[in-house]
């Protein structure tokens, strides 16, 4: 158990929330990347988290990363005849991701890194007080 | 000199809020991990037994998983329940290490004379 555990705890989640925002970021950046048909289309990736388990008192000490996994590589095709990427029946590659999808994880990564954000300030406040044991007041 | 039950009970109640406070922060983190249930931290009845047979230090400090009902990805923590808890355990906290502050000043004063 180090010093600060509460804090260091909240911090893997804040790193792995964060994470997952940029994540949603890529996705979100590339939902229009074409592709030709030759070649895969962009993968949205998604983030798979595990909880850490914690030392010998059995407290876990947080969350980490232990994937990104990549979604279907087949895409949707899009007939676009004008497009310089097109093949010679006029189609094209673009990713299949779901935009509704990626803003709801988007939501619930936001709200996440904010209640981790709230708990280390609270557990700063808490080391603080230890610290201050014996101080007169 | 500290070995009064007043200040052994303060010292082992600010260990397990302690304690409590890493567990909430470890639920929270945890907050969308698929599987995960919530872990919790009781105490206070084992310290008011112990106070009472007057071995405040024997007091158990206790982990457990909590049954409520999981979401649709095997997680049940509760967000709302976890702050409450975790800003209840601050204050709490603050409370104490203030009171154990003061048995300091008392012994204070009586070296100072």
């Known amino acids: 158990m180090s010093i600060f555990s509460a804090i260091s705890t909240s911090g893997t989640g804040l790193s792995t929330f964060r994470t997952w925002i940029d994540v949603i970021a890529?996705?979100?950046?590339?939902?229009?990347?074409?592709?030709?048909?030759?070649?895969?289309a962009f993968q949205a990736q998604y983030v798979q988290a595990q909880d850490i388990a914690g030392r010998a008192d059995g407290i876990g000490a947080g969350v980490g990363i232990t994937a990104l996994p990549a979604s279907s590589a087949?895409?949707?095709?899009?007939?676009?005849?004008?497009?310089?990427?097109?093949?010679?029946?006029?189609?094209?590659?673009?990713?299949?991701?779901?935009?509704?999808?990626?803003?709801?994880?988007?939501?619930?990564?936001?709200r996440a890194f904010q209640a981790n954000a709230a708990v280390v300030d609270r557990a700063r406040d808490t080391y603080l007080d230890a610290i201050n044991i014996g101080k007169n007041r | 000199m500290l070995n009064d039950v007043a200040s052994v009970t303060l010292s082992t109640a600010l260990s397990a809020l302690a304690a409590r406070q890493r567990v909430s922060a470890n639920n929270?983190?945890?907050?969308?991990?698929?599987?995960?249930?919530?872990?919790?931290?009781?105490?206070?009845?084992?310290?008011?037994?112990?106070?009472?047979?007057?071995?405040?230090?024997?007091?158990?400090?206790?982990?457990?998983?909590?049954?409520?009902?999981?979401?649709?990805?095997?997680?049940?923590?509760s967000l709302d329940t976890e702050t409450l808890i975790d800003q209840k355990t601050a204050l709490q906290y603050r409370l104490l290490s203030g009171a154990m502050s003061s048995k300091f000043g008392l012994i204070d004063t009586v070296l100072k004379g």
Do not use: W
């Open chain 1, 74 to 110: 087949e895409g949707r095709l899009s007939y676009q005849p004008n497009n310089p990427l097109a093949d010679a029946k006029g189609y094209v590659r673009l990713p299949d991701i779901d935009m509704a999808e990626q803003m709801g994880n988007l939501i619930m990564a936001q």
């Open chain 1, 26 to 40: 890529n996705n979100m950046a590339n939902l229009n990347t074409v592709k030709p048909t030759s070649e895969p």
């Open chain 2, 28 to 77: 929270i983190a945890n907050l969308e991990t698929p599987n995960f249930r919530a872990g919790q931290v009781s105490f206070e009845d084992n310290l008011r037994r112990a106070v009472e047979a007057g071995e405040p230090a024997q007091a158990a400090v206790t982990l457990t998983t909590s049954t409520a009902p999981a979401g649709i990805n095997g997680n049940n923590v």
